[in-house]
């Protein structure tokens, strides 16, 4: 069956760049997420590309696509403390409706 | 702002009690979901609706879950009998454009 995955985890200094990486198996996935889950709140939907894209940039966030290894990294820029969280990558299953979660990267951001 | 509501935001009940949970989603969304959340299984699927007929239920212990959607502003899960292996983090999401799917503060539910 479909699979996403992550590595568990991410630690950085303050003001470096983090890479968030993730791979996946469904070559039919349309779009792929990055989604944010800080301690006791729900996930919080940070970005998206469409899967005929290779980057999109928002902010100090880099997603880049590769289709054809079916990989998708995050990138942020001059990470923060409060960048500190669980990122989800996942992708949207091809016409199922249903998406596909990582088991989550925790980035930890030392001061 | 619009955003998922979920209620209550915690639960702590004994095993055997039933339970429910409320979830509003955002205006106009047609699909909805709902999630479990634990340490060991990480994010799982339970059942989603669009235009509020379940359309897959099947990742929902039938014999004790139940999940429905009265009408479009109201989600509801419910556990009856809750079991203290039922102890998670539940999330509903409600689903935008381009797929995106905008989840809730979820409810945190403990069972003794």
């Known amino acids: 069956g479909e699979d996403v995955e992550q590595s568990l985890f991410l630690s950085v200094r303050e003001g470096d760049s983090s890479v968030i990486n993730c791979t996946y198996t469904d070559s039919s996935s349309t779009y792929l997420y990055w989604y944010k889950q800080e301690p006791g709140a729900g996930l919080q939907l940070l970005t998206y590309?469409?899967?005929?894209?290779d980057m999109k940039q928002d902010q100090r966030l880099t997603v880049l696509l590769n289709k054809k290894d079916k990989h998708l990294s995050l990138r942020i820029a001059d990470t923060q403390t409060g960048d500190s969280a669980i990122y989800f990558c996942?992708?949207?299953?091809?016409?199922?409706?249903?998406?596909?979660f990582g088991t989550g990267t925790l980035l930890a951001v030392q001061p | 702002d619009a955003r998922v509501t979920q209620t209550p935001r915690h639960k702590v009940t004994e095993m055997g009690q039933e339970v429910t949970m409320r979830c509003q989603p955002i205006?106009?969304?047609?699909?909805v979901f709902w999630y479990r959340q634990t340490m060991m299984q990480g994010l799982e699927l339970l059942a989603y609706?669009?235009?509020?007929?379940?359309?897959?239920d099947s990742g929902m212990p039938k014999d004790r879950f139940s999940a429905e959607m009265p009408d479009a502003t109201l989600a509801t899960l419910k556990i009856q009998p809750s079991e203290p292996r039922d102890s998670a983090v539940y999330f509903c999401?409600?689903?935008?454009?381009?797929?995106?799917?905008?989840f809730g503060p979820g409810t945190r539910l403990l069972v003794l």
């Open positions: 205006l106009g969304h047609n699909t």
């Open positions: 609706f669009r235009n509020r007929a379940p359309l897959d």
């Open positions: 996942a992708d949207n299953g091809g016409a199922t409706n249903k998406l596909i």
């Open positions: 999401a409600s689903e935008g454009n381009q797929e995106t799917q905008y």
């Open positions: 590309i469409f899967s005929n894209m």
